[in-house]
Structures are given as C-alpha cells and as structure tokens.
T-cell receptor
Framework: DTEVTQTPKHLVMGMTNKKSLKCEQH?????MYWYKQKAKKPPELMFV???????INESVPSRFSPECPNSSLLNLHLHALQPEDSALYLC??????????????FGSGTQLSVL | AQSVAQPEDQVNVAEGNPLTVKCTYS??????LFWYVQYPNRGLQFLLK??????LVKGSYGFEAEFNKSQTSFHLKKPSALVSDSALYFC??????????FGQGTTLQVKP
C-alpha cells in the first residue's frame, strides 16, 4: 500500500464551525506533514510530525491545531477559520523527517471552503 | 538559502513533440533536486530526483531531467508528449532541515 488517504475530499464550513481533516498512511512512514495550497500555487508547509511528535510549526495560526494520535494517523483540527483559509489541504508522509533526499508521498487533499 | 526558480508559468506543446519544463537552482554545496507533478484535483506525485552521479536522471511516466552544474539548471524533459501529461509541474530543493522548497510551478498544456 503506497497511498496516503485523506478525508473528506471536500469540506464547506462556516467561520464558527469546528471540523477536522484526517490523513492515514500504512507505509510505515514516521514523518507526516500538512501543507496548504492555493490554486495553481506551490504547497506551503504548515506542520511536520516526526515519530508522532510535532517537530516543525511554520508559524501557523492557532485556529489550526494538528494532532498525531499514532504513527499512521494525522489530523488537522479547524476552528474559527477565515475565508482566506479556503484552500487545498494536503497531507504527506515520508520514511523519516529531516533527510534531504527523502521523497514525499502526498494524499489527494481536502478542498476546504470557508464561508 | 536553497531555492529554485521556474521561469515559465505555462508551456504549450503539441502531442508527440518533445517537451521541456525549465528549472534553475540556487544552492550551496551539492544540490538535491526533485520534480513533482500535480494532476487536476490531485495531490503531488514524485517524478524523479537528482542526488549525485549521472547528470541524466530517469523518472516515472517516461520523464527525465538533466542536471547541468555550469548552468545551475535541472530541466524536465520528455521525448514525446502525451495529452495526459497536461498537469502542474513543480521543481523542488530541500533545505538542510529537510523542508522542501518548491518553485512557483509550470502548467504544461499538451494539445492533440
């Protein structure tokens, strides 16, 4: 299994809602990532988990809260988002973090719209 | 700091013709360089990477990339384009922390 699975594929939420994005991989990877991507732009790194511990937070607003319950799962909890947070949210994994020649495996993303 | 640049927002090619998507890099030391592709409504997929050794790197779906140290370039190539190659292509370079820095992306449009 070489897939990273993200759910849901699409999400519409109001600014007062709380929702969660989920990501799962069964490749035995110990590094997992959240990226945010606006249309036709490069992905922007948000968070990196290494061995289930948060290792990088790219100064992301606290309305985004990541969680890594185990080595296969990654969640992104959303609360009080703004319309400008509408984007494609991509999860990725790699064998280990912090290694410069590691390739990333990406999920298909969650297209988020904040109304 | 490590960075890459993709000088073309869009490349248009006729099906069956060779294609080139350009990338230049600015790195200190020996570069690691990557190409990823993003098909519509999908996440990114790894195509190929240069670490060291042969300057011509072969990757997935018939793509290859040529590493040129003197020109600081890592152009993506394919001898014969397919309509299904139409996608958004990203060149990328890792920082020492492992964080991947992407270029701005090039949209490849292959017309029948």
């Amino acid at each position: 299994d070489t897939e990273v699975t993200q759910t849901p594929k699409h999400l519409v939420m109001g600014m007062t809602n709380k929702k969660s994005l989920k990501c799962e991989q069964h490749m035995g990877h110990r590094a997992m990532y959240w990226y945010k991507q606006k249309a036709k732009k490069p992905p922007e790194l948000m968070f990196v988990y290494s061995y289930e511990k948060l290792s990088i937070n790219e100064s992301v607003p606290s309305r985004f809260s990541p969680e890594c319950p185990n080595s296969s799962l990654l969640n992104l909890h959303l609360h009080a988002l703004q319309p400008e947070d509408s984007a494609l949210y991509l999860c990725a994994s790699s064998l280990i973090a912090g290694v410069t020649n590691e390739k990333l495996f990406f999920g298909s993303g969650t297209q988020l719209s904040v109304l | 700091a490590q960075s890459v640049a993709q000088p073309e927002d869009q490349v248009n090619v006729a099906e069956g013709n060779p294609l080139t998507v350009k990338c230049t890099y600015s790195v200190s030391g020996n570069p690691y360089l990557f190409w990823y592709v993003q098909y519509p409504n999908r996440g990114l997929q790894f195509l190929l990477k240069y670490i060291t050794g042969d300057n011509l790197v072969k990757g997935s779906y018939g793509f290859e990339a040529e590493f040129n140290k003197s020109q600081t370039s890592f152009h993506l190539k394919k001898p014969s384009a397919l309509v299904s190659d139409s996608a958004l292509y990203f060149c990328a370079v890792p920082r020492v922390t492992g964080k991947l820095i992407f270029g701005q992306g090039t949209t490849l449009q292959v017309k029948p």
